[in-house]
């Protein structure tokens, strides 16, 4: 939790959902909130149903059982306004290819309704250190720089709630930080962000609160630091410490076991 923010009522509500493909349950009965000036990670081994759970925010796919709303607006009863307050992160591969990073943002802005002036998408591109990049195609970034693209894109219009799914996967140190500085500039802004990620370390530094997620139930809900304090004397935890001192990765293998998903 930020220093400097109030924890503020509940932007996402996640209410004992369930998502199946067929007869196999990926999610089961998942609930969490999420309020604004909170960062709130996903963890889980591959397979463990973090983008299924986002999908079904994001209204991509409709939950088996349970409930989801957004602002207080319900996705299957107020999808439209349930959608108009969530920002989500494109892969670089989804922005049309042909366009440039100026068109692009133009575009999206046109699709969310928002004016934007061509000052504005100057400056918008300068805040991310991309002025010199406005006439590029999105491919003729580095994947740092697509990252920047794509949370620009994913809150041109301002949402409350913003979910990244993996968004610095790939990215060196600096491109990181920089991704984490800019998330971490929403939640100082109340929005409340969502984000999944494999890596300890990230969670360890942005995340306020984690959900570990196992075979699509939730495991252990807390901030990474009472994790951590929990664990230091289970066993299971204690017999995969590597150096000595417990960390959020030797809490997150003693709880979800060492085997490798499929
Ligand atoms: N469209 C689908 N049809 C059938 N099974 C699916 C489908 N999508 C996901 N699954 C299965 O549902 C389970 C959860 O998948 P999901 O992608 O939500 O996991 P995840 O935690 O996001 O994994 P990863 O870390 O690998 O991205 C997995 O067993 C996966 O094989």
Redesign the pocket.
Known sequence: MSNQVTRQAPILEVDHLN?K??T?T??RGISFEVAGGEIFG?L????????????AIEGL?KPTAGAISVCGFDIAAKPLHARANMGVQLQATSFQQELTITEIVRLYARIYGVAITEDEIREKLASINLADAARKKIAQLSGGQQQRVSLLISTIHNPRLILL??PTTGLDPQSRRYLWQRIEQFRDLGHAVVI?T?SMEEAEAVCDRIAI?DH?SIIAIDSPAALIERNLNNPAVLEVVRKGKVTLEDVFIGLTGSAI??
């Not at 889980?44 to 999908?55: I, Q, V």
């Open positions: 998502v493909y067929g196999f990926a999610v996903l889980g081994p591959n397979g463990a149903g973090k983008t299924s759970t986002l999908s796919l799914d993996e999944t494999h997620i699509g998903r499929s």
